[in-house]
């Protein structure tokens, strides 16, 4: 009798494994289509702050560099949006977000991909990533108060339409720190830079 009860047909089987299987392409398809949107959530920020920077060849010092690590978000991001009209469930998203995307998560696989795809001359200009304390050793071996280590947090992504929230912070050794939370909007496969909310500068 118990093994009747807990014998499962070869059909309802095949039908479980099917509906893992789904599921699990389903989450992998969402993945990728994550990835690819933060690919080009970065391509867009690095293109509008890195416009204006020289080419780096033998010789020439870098002045802005790009931290590795996706910064977290935290509570600074509903100061920033606090006037701006969101809607009410992207702003329950945000806040579920903020508690619980707290996984480390780096800047490398985008960056290398749109070095392949980049026809400008971004590569030249950014050449790598660094940690903090790479970049604390660069600049205080070359001592240029003129560097800035740009900090780029998770972007924040409306399920329902194609907005997106990102804070990006310029840092300095000499203190002269800026920053300001985007507000992107998706135009044709095009992620747009709209506004600069909360904008700062010490």
């Known amino acids: 009798m118990e093994e009747k009860l807990f014998r499962k047909s070869p059909l309802k089987m095949k039908v479980n494994l099917i ?43 870098q002045l802005l560099y790009l931290y590795c690590n996706q910064a977290n978000n935290n509570e600074e991001i509903f100061e920033a949006i606090k006037d701006r009209k969101l809607p009410d469930d992207f702003l329950k998203e945000i806040r579920n977000n903020v ?42 071996r070359l001592a240029l108060n003129n560097q800035r280590f740009m900090i ?18 310029f840092y300095r050794n000499i203190e002269h720190n800026n920053g300001a939370i985007l507000l992107l909007e998706k135009v044709a496969d095009q992620w747009v830079i709209k506004e600069y909310l909360n904008p700062w500068s010490t």
């Open 19 to 61: 509906t893992v299987i789904l599921i699990f392409l389903g989450c992998t398809q969402f993945s990728l289509a994550q990835e690819s949107q933060t690919t080009n959530v970065l391509k867009t920020i690095l293109t509008k702050y890195y416009q204006t920077e020289k080419p780096v060849y033998k010789g020439r010092s």
């Open 152 to 169: 780029i947090s998770k972007p924040l992504y409306y399920s329902k339409t194609n907005i997106a929230l990102v804070k990006v912070v």
């Open 99 to 140: 508690k619980a995307d707290l996984a480390e998560k780096d800047w490398s696989s985008a960056l290398a991909t749109i070095f392949e795809t980049d026809k400008t001359n971004l590569k030249m200009k950014i050449n790598a990533c660094l940690s903090l304390e790479k970049y604390h050793e660069v600049s205080n």
